[in-house]
């Protein structure tokens, strides 16, 4: 994170006196000026329009002014990637660390088709799969966290934060829309994540469209029924486009119309990727569907990510395959499980039937043997919250929205494109991934954690030790609360040492100290450096971190050889 800056320039501080004391004249002339506009409004007619008029010029001075507030910038890192069942490469720090002068605050991946076979989906519930550990692996030592993640079937969302960024990462939602297979078994569908990030409402939603160059209709009717079905337990943002910021992204599948193949590989081989964009499918669209002109796209300047040849760069030079229709036009989605188990059961039933009657991922060669044509199928949008109109109807609701808006507008928050491009080096799927980066400008709604946690004293596996926790302002807080014990550089919130409940009997007052003890059996017996995390499962996220702190080694684990003793300064173990 950068730290706190003035959006606009030159705006420098002159230590000059004449530059001081004309500054002093600007802000009296400016309070004169306004002390005069509040005697004209109190003088103004009932003159509607002269009133829309003076509020709409009050509206660019605030909007002046606003350019002038410091704010804080964030960088997020966008990875999405049809990785077509593959194996995860060995390595993919070019993907998620192309520049390390300018560090990521948040990193949002989502991957579609990744391997569910019932018995890989099954090992996948029960441990994290491997490519969700290929990206911990390699963000947890620049000291980012998975903040949470979400699965269904083969489409999978992850969400990372810098540790420090942890405590105002709140109110953790997440849910799934499937359509694929008359939206049963979930091949195809949209998972998203909704959270606060100091305030702010984002909500991230992967999906995974309907494929292949005739169901352009049918993209658009699943992406807006996702949009439309998906829902959360929030009051002020229980829709998907009720949050300030959606990024939605993913194999979307839309394809390059008309062109024939050698028109298409002409124009890619010579970099004249403009001549493609009139024709491409999402563009056509977003021409006469008034809820995608609402979502906003970097251009397209790099080549159509699908369809490779696997582990080169080269374009199908096979024979083209399609897919037995397992979609509907207008899917009707099952509607979000109860339970996990009945989610599990429901996949499992789906996935033995498709395998069963030979559907699943079944393809046949279509009469024409054609090449599949490239296309941009990998896309990343994001859509900022539109000002909502005021009430015509209502004078009260009206006062009530401008109010509502005016409170917004003082926390705005401005979304800018830094790079969106794609990454040609990897050759494990048909696809290419796709990465965005974007900086967020926004003013922090707060910048202090909801709870205070601390070590106390020296921590060793020879005696039990303590900590202490304190609620720093009033929150839906829970008995299943718990305090966790991590490792420095720990990859998510269910990676700890060992772990505490909170109070039991009663929920704590604002600032008020509680104090609990960690048994000596639970306490690391090598040391090291640890960091203590308290978990609220009503945000589902980390709320409160403490200072990172030292264990200090055991005696008993000295005594057992467990380390090396320094004597005389040699390394010696007993």
Not at 76 to 82: A, G, I, K, R
Not at 449 to 454: A, D, G, I, N, W
Request: proline fraction near 5%; include cysteine; hydrophobic fraction near 35%.
């Amino acid at each position: 994170m950068s730290p706190g800056s003035f959006k606009s320039v030159g705006t420098e501080h002159f230590s000059t006196s004449s530059s001081a004391s004309q500054s002093s004249r600007s802000k009296t002339l400016l309070r004169q000026r306004l002390s005069q506009l509040m005697t004209c409004i109190e003088d103004m007619s009932s003159d509607d329009e002269a009133g829309e008029e003076v509020s709409r010029t009050l509206d660019e001075a605030f909007h002046l002014c606003g350019r002038f507030i410091p704010s804080d910038a964030f960088r997020l890192h966008m990875v999405t990637w049809n990785v077509a069942t593959a194996e995860p490469p060995e390595d993919v720090t070019s993907l998620l660390l192309p520049d390390v002068q300018t560090p990521s605050d948040l990193y949002v991946i989502g991957l579609q088709e990744v391997s569910a076979t019932p018995v890989k989906f099954i090992s996948d519930l029960i441990a994290e799969d491997s490519w969700s550990h290929l990206f911990m692996d390699t963000l947890a030592p620049q000291g980012f966290v998975k903040v949470t993640s979400v699965r269904m079937q083969g489409l999978l969302l992850m969400i990372f934060a810098k540790q420090m960024h942890l405590p105002y990462i709140r109110n953790i939602q997440t849910t799934y829309t499937r359509t694929g297979i008359f939206g049963y078994w979930g091949n195809k569908g949209g998972v998203s994540v909704r959270l606060s990030f100091y305030g702010h409402m984002l909500c991230f939603l992967n999906c995974h469209l309907a494929a292949h160059m005739n169901n352009a209709l049918q993209r658009v009717d699943e992406f807006e029924y996702i949009l439309e079905t998906q829902d959360f337990d929030i009051f002020d943002t229980p829709h998907v486009l009720d949050h300030k910021v959606v990024f939605a992204f993913g194999d979307l599948n839309f394809r390059i119309a008309d062109h024939g193949l050698h028109f298409l590989r002409s124009s890619i081989n010579s970099g004249r990727l403009n001549l493609l964009w009139s024709k491409d499918q999402l563009i056509m669209m977003k021409k006469n569907e008034p809820f995608l002109q609402e979502f906003e796209e970097g251009p397209l300047n790099f080549k159509p990510t699908y369809k490779f040849d696997r582990k080169s760069d080269t374009y199908d030079t096979r024979k083209s395959t399609v897919a037995l229709p397992l979609t509907m036009y207008r899917p009707r989605p099952l509607q979000r499980c109860s339970t996990n188990l009945l989610f599990l059961l429901t996949s499992l039933t789906w996935g033995l039937l498709c395998f069963w009657f030979g559907a699943w991922y079944r393809e046949i060669d279509p009469p024409s043997g054609k090449k599949r044509k490239p296309a941009w199928t990998d896309r990343i949008l994001w859509r900022i919250k539109p000002k909502d109109l005021p009430s015509e109807d209502d004078e009260e609701d009206e006062k009530a929205s401008t109010s509502a808006d005016s409170g917004l507008d003082e926390y705005p928050i401005l979304v800018t494109q830094n790079k969106y491009t794609s990454d040609m080096s990897y050759g494990v799927s048909d696809h290419k991934p796709v990465i965005a980066n974007f900086t967020l400008e926004l003013r922090k709604f707060f910048d202090t954690p909801l709870v205070h946690v601390s070590s106390v004293g020296v921590w060793s596996a020879d005696e039990n030790a303590l900590l202490t926790y304190s609620v720093q302002e009033d929150f839906l807080s829970s008995t299943w609360d718990w305090i966790g014990l991590y490792k420095a550089g720990f990859k998510s919130a269910s990676d700890y040492e060992t772990f505490v409940w909170v109070r039991e009997n009663e929920l704590p007052e604002v600032n008020e100290v509680i104090q609990r003890s960690v048994d000596k059996d639970e306490i690391p017996l090598l040391g090291g450096e640890y960091v203590l995390g308290y978990y609220s499962t009503n945000m589902q996220s980390i709320i409160g971190l403490s200072p990172n702190f030292q264990i200090q080694e055991s005696k008993r684990a000295v005594m057992e050889g467990l380390v090396p003793e320094d004597i005389n300064g040699t390394n010696k173990c007993k």
